[in-house]
């Protein structure tokens, strides 16, 4: 995970080709569906992962670093029929979801917080005290 900050990942080739990627997997019904939809950036020192887990309950996810990889996994449940009700159409996610992410080695695997509000699964990946920049005291 790096900070591009020349072109935050926005350059129009990128854009097009995210668009007719995700055109095509729809159209087709198939293509890689990440199971959440995040986004990552960096905040003073820190990287803050934000995943899109609308439903979903503190108990139903599972955040991990192992090796410096950060994985976020959880289940959607499906909404429980009543009464024979017949679905005409169900498109709301259900099952299960993991996502990995590669932590750069400055990162603190140990001091990694995460909180959820309205649907939205925050996780915050601080920097190693030693690797933080200092300043050096000239004598």
């Given at each position: 995970l790096t900070c591009n900050r020349s072109n935050n990942g926005l350059d129009p080739l990128s854009r097009w080709t995210r668009n007719m990627d995700e055109f095509?997997?729809?159209a087709l019904g198939v293509g890689m569906?990440?199971?959440v939809r995040v986004d990552i950036r960096e905040v003073g020192?820190?990287?803050?992962?934000?995943?899109?887990?609308?439903?979903?309950?503190?108990?139903?996810?599972?955040?991990?670093?192992?090796n410096g990889v950060l994985t976020i996994s959880g289940q959607f449940k499906a909404a429980e029929?009543?009464?024979?009700a017949c679905y005409h159409l169900?498109?709301?996610?259900?099952?299960?979801?993991?996502?990995?992410f590669r932590l750069p080695p400055?990162?603190?695997?140990?001091?990694?917080?995460?909180?959820?509000?309205?649907?939205?699964?925050?996780?915050?990946?601080?920097?190693?005290?030693e690797?933080?920049?200092r300043k050096i005291t000239v004598r």
């Open positions: 095509f997997a729809g569906d990440p199971g020192e820190d990287i803050v992962i934000e995943a899109e887990v609308p439903g979903l309950t503190r108990d139903d996810i599972d955040i991990s670093v192992e029929q009543s009464d024979g169900r498109e709301r996610r259900t099952g299960s979801f993991s996502r990995s400055t990162s603190d695997p140990d001091k990694v917080e995460a909180a959820l509000q309205n649907g939205v699964l925050t996780v915050t990946v601080p920097t190693r005290e690797a933080k920049p």
